[in-house]
C-alpha cells in the first residue's frame, strides 16, 4: 500500500542515500567549507545546497504535476524513460575511467560567502533538474498520490535524509575531505557501487512500471 502516495518508500529511501553518497559538486563544497570554517561553516554551505536542492526538486516537481494532470498514460511513458535514465546512469558510472575526478575537484570556498556559493553549486548544476525530473516520477503512485501533499513528503524525506548524512560528513570534516581527496580510489569505489545500484533500481521499477 503506497503512503502518502509515494511507491517504493524504502527503494525511494536506499537510492537517496546511494546519490549522496556518490561524491560530486555538492560533496566537496561540503567538505571544503567544513575544512575551511569548521562545522558552522559547513552547516552554513549545507543550508545553501539545500536550497538550491529544494527549488530544483520543486521545479522538477512542477513538470510532473502538469503531466500528471494532462495524462496519466503519458505519465506512465515518463516514468519508463525515468527508468531508463537510472540505466544509463548506472552504466555511465561504471564505465567512468578511473579517478577521472571531473566532478570532485578542488572547489574554491570564500569565508563568509558560504551559502551563496553553495547555493550557486547546486543551481548550476545541468544535470540536476534532468534527474529529478527522471527520478522522483518513478516514486510516484498516479492513482494514489495525494498531489501537493505527495510532492512535499518526497521533497520531505529528502531533506531530511540529507541533512542526516551531511551531518556526519561535517562532523568527519577534514579526515573525510583529505581521505577523498588524497585517495581517488575511494571515489571511484564509491562511483561503481552507485552505478551498480542505479542499474538495478532502473531495471527493478522498469519491470514493476
Known sequence: MPWMGIQDLWTFLVAVLVFLALPGPGTFTL????????????????????VGDQILMW?????????????PTVFHAV???GAAYLVWVGI???RTPKSEGGDAGPIRMQPGRYFQQAI?????????????????PLFID???H???????ALAGIIFVVSVAY?????????????????????????????GVFLLGFGIRLGLNG
Request: proline share 3%; with cysteine; aromatic share 6%.
Open 79 to 81: 516514468q519508463y524513460l
Open 166 to 194: 551531511c551531518s556526519l560528513l561535517i562532523g568527519a570534516g577534514n579526515l573525510a575531505r583529505r581521505r577523498l581527496i588524497q585517495h581517488p580510489r575511494i571515489s571511484d569505489v564509491l562511483r561503481r557501487v552507485a
Open 146 to 152: 495525494q498531489g501537493v501533499a505527495t510532492f512535499a
Open 120 to 136: 550557486l553549486v547546486s543551481l548550476l548544476n545541468p544535470k540536476a533538474i534532468l534527474f529529478y525530473m527522471a527520478f522522483l
Open 31 to 50: 567538505l571544503t567549507a567544513t575544512g575551511r570554517g569548521g562545522v558552522r561553516g559547513g552547516y552554513t554551505a549545507l543550508a545553501g545546497l539545500l
Open 92 to 94: 555511465s558510472l561504471l
Open 59 to 71: 521545479l522538477a516537481l512542477a513538470g510532473v504535476a502538469a503531466l500528471l494532470k494532462a495524462n
Open 142 to 144: 498516479p492513482r494514489q
